[in-house]
């Protein structure tokens, strides 16, 4: 829900003021290499936290890989393909399942070239390219560029210039330098205040790093009491759980007052922290934030922690104990007799030793949060939630004694509690089996197998709670306890929940954990048939498509514009496109609410307009834009005009409702994941449109 209301929050600068982004600045610049060769560099600088594909992003996934193509010349002799110089991000999008390959802050594209006379030759080129941040994606955009190149004739006239320059990338600028070496096209936003729009951008720029921020912090604290759960855990199991009773009175014994009691499990449990962060510390300096982002998205890493967690389960099941060499916990342990505080230290830390088959299985699930969120700190912040649970119990029962009376005594309940944890591991390892499938894109693992088998893990393990079936290391049980009973309702409670999902069940509870929806044997759910809103089988007219939940749609403005007449229904125009994150969001997570789905089936005409689709216009429409500055090329290329025209916008999602006439009948909307807000915004566009026309 903060996720949410943060995404909601970082709208609100596109609905008060709809601006043309423009993220990119081209420069180019040339290279004389000598013997009538040259390199011509082309380069984009990207705005914080947007990205551009590269060319080797995979040409039929979501999103344009870059394009830079140079036009035949007479003159020219081009030499090799254009190579690209910058730091290449290689990442798996789970949200796309597809790994994708980009470039953030900068990248350089360079050509070789000869020409085949020594004579001034002006080489043009253009370069196709598509840009997306964290929340949204524009159209693919081309850019026209031109640059002369004026060979040294004799040696008598070399001119002293640096190996490579940078050129000027505003015609004052080349003006006021007398360049004309170089001519670099740039295309300008098509606003008419551009200081008021350049403001516009450096705004949302600071909500986009304000809500990274805050989305970076939200997953922290997430990971903390993941950490937290998970220290408590450890806390009851066999390795631990007799521990603390024969700890706290081995303190309260040894010292002369309560005072120094206490003091001394303080100074314990302060220990337990310090080694358990510190060891996460030094794991996270050792892989650094780099090797995070590129194990997440690592098939073999993945596959990695599939194997350890199944060893970890094995384990927990009683198959065989996990433990550190004996040597080491026997030093620790004279190291401990010492006394004083070093002596403490060394106590803590053989806790850790002989703790080790409990706490590791959950330490490596912090590791693999942490390699799945790409974020230095994310093992840091765990374990010092996990061993924050894990200390501070040392010390509260220190300052209350009389609390150990009160505890459970040790015995086969905390074996179950072991088995459970082992039933929970074998469910996440394949998780990772799942991620590696999805980066392999192999279709061992789609959503409905790994459901299937999550249903037979925890319906397993409802099983044993129920006592149905023990595990080796399991003492008799003649009586249910009311505590088993109510796990077992939890467990088979989560298995009902998901069998739904084997037929298509959205099961939003376990978003990001499954495959995504589309990755699956039956992508639109087994047997569904399209229906309306009111339960009627929904006939597609002509110009339509049936879109996401089998809501049919317009894909033509035109077309829209001709039904809402007959019908006389407003329009609801869905800027939209191919590789829109958000746009997907949207669709994922507020359409398919029934009042929604009723409201865009049967109370609007909607028309989706892909602003990337890459298919291309008929030569009668290929016209001028000047909003784009050049002729249109592509169904996308007309959209994007359009909503740049129509609504000075060209960020999606994008919603507005209007009348055949396109006029508009509420503020446009951008990204919402709030279901009553946005059927608020439904209702009020609706009901505006008829009062209009009465």
Known sequence: MLKRTLLFLLCIPLLVHAQVLNPVKWSTSSKDLGNN???????AKMDQGWHMYSQKHPADGIGVPATITFEANPNV???????????????????????????????????????????????????????????????????????????????????????EESVSTTPEELAAKGDTATVTSIPEPQ????????????????????????????SLWGIFLKGVAGGLLALVMPCIFPMIPLTVSLFTKQSNNRSQGI???????????????????????????????????????????????VVFAISFFGAFEITLPSKWANYTDKQADRGGYLGIFFMALTLVLISFSCTVPIIAGLMGEAVRTGNYWSLVIGSLGFSLALAIPFVLFAI????????????????????CIGFLELAFAFKFLSNADLVWQAHWLEREVFLAIWIAIFGLMGYYLLGKFRMKMDAPEDRLSVGRLFFAILTFSFVMYMIPGLWGAPVKLLSGLTPPIHYAESPNGVGKASTGGSGTTSELIEGQKYGPHQIPAFLDIA????????????????????????????????????????????????VSLYVDENTKLPESEQKYSPALGRKLRTVGNKWTAFEIEKYQNNAQPYYIIVDEDLNNYNEPLGAIYDVDAYYDWMKKGIDAYHAAKK
């Open 37 to 43: 060769e040259f390199e011509i560099s082309l380069t």
């Open 191 to 218: 606003v008419n205040d551009s200081v008021q729009l350049e403001k516009d951008q450096l705004t949302e720029e600071a909500s986009i790093s304000a809500t990274d921020k805050e989305e970076e912090k939200s």
């Open 559 to 606: 077309d829209a514009i001709e039904h809402s007449k007959k019908v006389k229904k407003p329009i609801l125009i869905d800027f939209t496109g191919h590789a829109c994150a958000n746009c997907r969001k949207v669709e994922e997570i507020v359409w398919p609410n029934p009042k929604i789905k009723n409201m865009l089936m049967d109370d609007v005409v909607l």
């Open 400 to 419: 209350f004694p009389s609390w150990l009376t009160s505890l459970p005594k040790s015995g086969g309940w905390m074996n179950t509690v072991k088995v």
């Open 263 to 309: 003091f001394k499990a303080g100074v314990y449990g302060l220990s337990i922290i310090v080694i358990f962060v510190g060891l996460a510390f030094l794991a996270s300096r050792f892989l650094g934030q780099s090797a995070l982002n590129e194990f997440s998205t690592n098939p073999w890493v993945n596959v990695g922690f599939f194997v350890v967690f």
């Open 77 to 163: 002799d081009y030499k090799g393909s254009v190579a690209e110089i910058g730091k290449l991000l290689d990442k798996y999008s789970e949200l796309f399942a597809q790994q994708e390959k980009y470039y953030e802050n900068q990248v350089t594209f360079k050509q070789k070239l000869k020409l085949k006379n020594p004579k001034e030759t002006t080489v043009k080129f253009t370069a196709e390219t598509q840009v997306c941040d964290a929340e949204k994606c524009l159209p693919p955009d081309w850019v026209e560029f031109s640059v002369k190149l004026t060979p040294k004739v004799t040696e008598e006239i070399k001119e002293e210039t640096k190996p």
